[in-house]
């Protein structure tokens, strides 16, 4: 069977760029122009969401100008994109603490969420200001303020911000690093991990299939027999 929900952390850009000799912001910007085909070749399979690790809340800590740079890329991004999506049936998300980011980049975040939430052909989380652990602490925050006591695993996924959506069946990390970095940690308690040597620019529509393939031989026991 197909995953129904495939999330990505995007690793690598920035050893994509320094192989070629490039500035580390080549490797970003290459791993942005990436995305649009993995879209459009899950969109094709019929699997119906997609999360992608734009932008981690630890991620403010980078040098500035790699902050900076990312900053104008994740806008131009949605800019350029959002027709296409849009004509594809693509519901956008952003999952994440956005008031993080500066006025102008929350406002092109929430129209693309705003010109899209009728969409449902498939749907697509971009976790921007994103951490898993400040996830769960505001889930549980929302529950206390409501005047909860005891809560139930279901009142924590409603609260978290993929409320409403299935969890993650294969996680896919590129760039050969094998671990989660605070990545949809309630969400993946029992999703299953692929992790390639390539770099996310480089992640084909090829390698793609072959993560597929992968997954599709595993045995998911969810904790039974
Ligand atoms: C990891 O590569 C990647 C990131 C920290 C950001 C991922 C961002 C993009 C693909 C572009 C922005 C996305 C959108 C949706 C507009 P790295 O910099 O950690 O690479 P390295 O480990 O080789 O240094």
Redesign the pocket.
Known sequence: MLPKHVAFI???????AAERGLE?TA??RA??EN?RGIIRHSKDLGIKYLT?Y???AE?FSRPAEEVGF?MK??PE?FHREIRELTQEGARIQMIGDISQFSRPIQLVLSQAEKLTKHNDTIILN?ALAYGGRQEIVRAVNQLLQSGKIEVTDQDISDALYTSGMPDPDLVIRT?GEQRVSNFLLYQSAYSEFYFTSI??PDFSVTEFDNALADYQQRKRRFGGL
């Open positions: 995007m690793d690598g850009n920035g050893r994509w580390r490797g970003h791993g942005t995305i992608f734009a932008f981690s991620n990312l890329l994740i991004f971009f760039s770099y996310w």
